[in-house]
T-cell receptor
Framework: DARVTQTPRHKVTEMGQEVTMRCQPILGHNTVFWYRQTMMQGLELLAYFRNRAPLDDSGMPKDRFSAEMPDATLATLKIQPSEPRDSAVYFCASGLGQGSNYGYTFGSGTRLTVV | DAKTTQPNSMESNEEEPVHLPCNHS???????IHWYRQLPSQGPEYVIH???SNVNNRMASLAIAEDRKSSTLILHRATLRDAAVYYC??????????FGGGTRVLVKP
């Protein structure tokens, strides 16, 4: 089965450091999502892209978070500077775009701990 | 986004059917009903979706009320591997998924 690949799987960093998470969507998928999951808030949508263009990033703290798709095979989520409250599991998902009703495929996540 | 309401948790015995209800009284005509599940320490996984008619696949069945204001995900024979959080989500074609709290399913051996 095709997979969404996320790296790293785990990341521990000190407060104030820059963190970059990467996602390789399934080949041919043109829609990419970033979600964050915490015990308190559950799964929250941070941002999503279609054909590499950002469609909605309203869920993302703009002052420290940024999301990009340098090319169709790579999506990145960057936090600078990181804070302890950013500790969470970050998921990437990909799927077919507008008009499609197929399910989205999620990666295994990046577990981020900021100390 | 239209909202869904699910019970917080349900228990089932192994090899028995599980019926997971979902209420979505504000569903619009273009919303599809999607179900995802999240196994422990994994990302969400697509289970099934439908619009008006009942749907079956290898994982589950989806029964949709005639007025579309509610639906039920049916796991025909629960196994220990089906223990997960199950999310019912309304989604317009190609649009984002907005997750609620889901239903935590416990399967007892």
């Amino acid at each position: 089965d095709a997979r969404v690949t996320q790296t790293p799987r785990h990341k521990v960093t000190e407060m104030g450091q820059e963190v970059t998470m990467r996602c390789q969507p399934i080949l041919g998928h043109n829609t990419v999502f970033w979600y964050r999951q915490t015990m308190m808030q559950g799964l929250e949508l941070l941002a999503y892209f279609r054909n590499r263009a950002p469609l909605d990033d309203s869920g993302m703290p703009k002052d420290r978070f940024s999301a990009e798709m340098p090319d169709a095979t790579l999506a990145t989520l960057k936090i600078q500077p990181s804070e302890p409250r950013d500790s969470a599991v970050y998921f990437c998902a990909s799927g077919l775009g507008q008009g499609s009703n197929y399910g989205y495929t999620f990666g295994s996540g990046t577990r981020l701990t900021v100390v | 986004d239209a909202k869904t309401t699910q019970p917080n948790s349900m228990e089932s015995n192994e090899e028995e059917p599980v019926h997971l209800p979902c209420n979505h009284s504000t569903i619009s005509g273009t919303d599809y009903i999607h179900w995802y599940r999240q196994l422990p320490s994994q990302g969400p996984e697509y289970v099934i979706h439908g619009l008006t008619s009942n749907v079956n696949n290898r994982m589950a069945s989806l029964a949709i009320a005639e007025d579309r204001k509610s639906s039920t995900l049916i796991l025909h024979r629960a196994t220990l591997r089906d223990a997960a959080v199950y999310y019912c989500i309304l989604r317009a074609a190609g649009n984002k998924l907005t997750f609620g709290g889901g239903t935590r399913v416990l399967v007892k051996p």
